[in-house]
């Protein structure tokens, strides 16, 4: 499996055609609609709210530059009506993850199901070593779970991020080849990534630090450890509270030294 960014870069320029839509890659002309959408307060309802001036100018800059990154246009007027990505899933390395936004005007016809029905089905297709994908959304986010839930996705993991629920979708299907099946590798491929970084962790002057036994901390040693425990795997963190950078390290249940990230927000 290739990580999803060297994947994307092999096969980008790509265009996808459906039947109403063409995706093709944002240019500097698509700069209008970047900013419409970024600014909209119905669009970014639950994508934290309309984006500053700052920001808005690096995304029209940074959008045409960027591999997996799609203008939505609807065929039938010629006008790009939303925005679609795919791209590295910073939550998860290995695993892609599919972002898409339209213009209210074009809400309610179908069209937003089917540019994710096609992105979807084309990294699965087309890209068969880019790993699993998965759209993430709010729980409160009732639009974007009905459209991936009429594609037949599936919820497979709930979190909590920049505040609020997140609802982690991918393809469902009962093939021995659905996304579940390659999920279900990435859940190892991440265990084998926090024990390379548990190694590399261990291996510095903090991590040298952490005793190798964590029963042998007295009471108020083992207060000053950082709170954070990550239900996932069930790990506690064994380091100091307050660590920078949030690059936890613990203990895997077979004893090997892991380490994660707390916060993957972009
Ligand atoms: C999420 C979002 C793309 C959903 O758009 P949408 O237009 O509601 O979703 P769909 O394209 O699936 O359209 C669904 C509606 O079209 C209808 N529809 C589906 N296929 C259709 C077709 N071929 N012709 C006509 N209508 C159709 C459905 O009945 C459905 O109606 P309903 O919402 O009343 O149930 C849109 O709300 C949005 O851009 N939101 C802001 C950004 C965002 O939150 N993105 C998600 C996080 S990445």
């Not at 010629?78 to 791209?87: D, E, K, P, Y």
């Not at 890209?127 to 037949?152: I, K, M």
């Not at 100091?240 to 390290?249: E, N, R, S």
Request: hydrophobic share 40%; net charge negative; aromatic share 6%.
């Amino acid at each position: 499996m290739k990580p999803a960014g060297i994947a994307l870069d092999s096969i980008w320029p790509t265009e996808l055609r459906t039947e109403r839509l063409l995706l093709r890659p944002v240019t500097p002309e698509d700069a209008d609609v970047v900013r419409e959408l970024l600014t909209d307060e119905r669009v970014r309802t639950y994508l934290g709210g309309p984006a500053l001036p700052e920001r808005v100018a690096a995304r029209q800059a940074a959008y045409p530059q960027t591999p997996g990154v799609w203008a939505i246009v609807r065929v039938a007027d010629g006008r790009t009506v939303g925005l679609a990505g795919i791209g590295a899933d910073p939550r998860c390395e290995g695993r892609a993850e599919v972002s898409y936004q339209l213009l209210p005007s074009a809400w309610g016809g179908g069209l937003g199901r089917e540019a994710v029905g096609a992105i979807v089905g084309w990294w699965t297709a087309a890209v068969p070593d880019g790993g699993p994908v998965v759209a993430v959304t709010q729980a409160a986010n009732a639009r974007s779970r009905r459209l991936l839930e009429s594609l037949g996705m599936v919820l497979i993991d709930e979190l909590d991020e920049h505040g609020s629920q997140q609802c982690v979708y991918t393809p469902g299907g009962d093939h021995d080849d659905s996304d579940l099946r390659w999920l279900r590798l990435t859940a190892s491929h991440l265990d084998e990534v926090e024990r390379r970084r548990g190694a590399q962790a261990r291996a510095t002057a903090a991590g040298q630090r952490l005793p190798e036994d964590r029963t042998a901390l007295t009471a108020e040693e083992a207060a000053r450890l950082c709170p954070a425990h990550h239900g996932t795997y069930g790990r506690i963190c064994a380091h100091a509270a307050g660590h920078t950078p949030a690059l936890h390290l613990g203990r895997a249940p077979d004893g090997a030294w892991i380490a994660w990230l707390e916060n993957f927000a972009a």
